[in-house]
C-alpha cells in the first residue's frame, strides 16, 4: 500500500489532513490544482448527501486551498473519488483511508467509487438525448432487483415512433471496479451473465471496467449509442482483417493499418499503437479473450466475434 509520509499528514483539531503538495505530487490531473478543483467540484456537487457530508463546508461553497497549504482527509477523498481518470487515484485513497480510519459514505449496495461513475453516465446519456435523430428519451433505476441478481444500473432508452407509440430498449450496465478481476468475482460475474442472457436476451449487457470507463464514456458520446466497449474493439478488428469468406480471419501489416483510418473506421480513436498495428490487434484479441495464432500474420476463428457489433 503507498505510505503518506509524515511530513504531509497532521491532526488539527482532532482531524486528519493531507498537505495538498503531496495530493499533487500522486495525482498526474491534479498538477494543474485550481483548475483540477474547479472541475471536480462541478461533478461532487452531485454528489449524494451522505458523500457531501464527509466534505467541509469550505471545498462545498467553492473554496479552493492554497498550493502549499493542505486539506482535510474528507475532502481529499471526495477531490480523487469524483475526479476524472480516477481510477489513477485508487492507490492515494486507499492510503488516506487507511491512515485516517474514514471512509466516504455511499449507499447501501452501491460500491465506493460507483456514485461518481453513476453521475457521469446520467450526463453521457443526456448528450445522446440532444443528439439523437428521433424523440428519446434515457431512464436510470440504481440497483435494480432482477431475478435473484442486484444490478448496478438498469438502463430503459425510450423512442418514439412515427405511428405515435413508444419503442423500449433495455440495458444492464455493471462497473466493475478491481475486485472483480479476483477469480471468485470472475466466477460469480460469469454466473450472472449467463443467467442474463437466457432469461433476458433482449437486454443489452455492458460491462464498464473502472479503469476503462474514460474511454467507454467518451466511446457512448462519439458513436451516438449505448453500446460495449468490446463492440467497438471487434469493429477495429473486422476492418484489420484481410478479406476471405471462410471460418479463419487474418490479418497482416497491411490489412491491420485499415482501422487506423478514421474515414473507414468510426472507431479508430480506440486504437493508439499506428506504429504497430499487428501488436495492438494482438492486444485487442488478448483483451477479448479471443485465442489466436501468431507466426507472421494474426490468425483466429471468425465465430469469436459472434455477438458483437455496433
Avoid at 449507499?107 to 456514485?115: H, M, N, R, T, V
Avoid at 433476458?200 to 466497449?229: A, G, M, S, Y
Wanted: proline share 5%.
Amino acid at each position: 500500500m503507498l505510505r503518506i509520509p509524515d511530513s504531509d499528514w497532521r491532526i488539527v483539531d482532532g482531524a486528519p489532513q493531507l498537505s495538498v503538495a503531496f495530493l499533487r505530487k500522486m495525482t498526474p490531473q491534479a498538477a494543474r490544482f485550481t483548475q483540477w478543483v474547479q472541475r471536480t467540484h462541478a461533478k461532487l456537487l452531485k454528489a449524494p448527501e451522505n458523500v457531501l457530508s464527509c466534505c467541509t463546508s469550505g471545498l462545498i461553497h467553492g473554496e479552493i486551498p492554497d498550493k502549499n497549504g493542505w486539506l482535510s482527509a474528507g475532502d481529499a477523498l471526495a477531490l480523487l473519488t469524483y475526479s476524472i481518470h480516477n481510477s489513477e487515484n485508487v492507490p492515494l485513497i486507499e492510503a488516506i483511508e487507511h491512515r485516517a480510519e474514514l471512509k466516504l459514505s455511499v449507499p447501501a449496495f452501491e460500491s465506493k467509487l460507483e456514485g461518481q461513475f453513476g453521475e457521469q453516465l446520467r450526463d453521457a446519456l443526456s448528450y445522446l438525448e440532444k443528439r439523437s435523430p428521433f424523440m428519446t428519451y434515457y431512464e436510470i433505476e440504481k440497483q435494480k432487483i432482477i431475478g435473484n441478481y442486484r444490478v448496478d444500473f438498469f438502463i430503459t432508452q425510450k423512442l418514439s415512433a412515427a405511428d405515435g407509440s413508444t419503442v423500449r430498449r433495455h440495458s444492464i450496465v455493471e462497473f466493475d471496479e478491481a475486485a472483480h478481476k479476483l477469480k471468485r468475482y470472475k466466477e460469480h460475474d460469469k454466473r450472472r451473465d449467463c443467467w442474463f442472457r437466457k432469461h433476458h436476451p433482449e437486454t443489452k449487457l455492458i460491462r464498464v471496467r473502472h479503469e476503462e470507463q474514460d474511454i467507454w464514456l467518451e466511446c457512448i458520446r462519439r458513436l451516438n449509442q449505448l453500446i460495449r466497449l468490446e463492440d467497438g474493439y471487434v469493429h477495429c478488428l473486422r476492418l484489420a482483417c484481410t478479406g476471405g469468406p471462410g471460418p479463419g480471419m487474418r490479418i497482416n501489416s497491411d490489412s491491420a493499418r485499415n482501422a487506423y483510418d478514421a474515414r473507414q473506421n468510426a472507431c479508430a480513436f480506440l486504437l493508439k499503437r499506428p506504429a504497430q498495428p499487428l501488436r495492438e490487434m494482438g492486444t485487442l484479441l488478448l483483451r477479448l479473450g479471443i485465442p489466436y495464432e501468431k507466426r507472421r500474420d494474426i490468425n483466429f476463428q471468425r465465430t469469436h466475434l459472434r455477438g458483437y457489433g455496433i
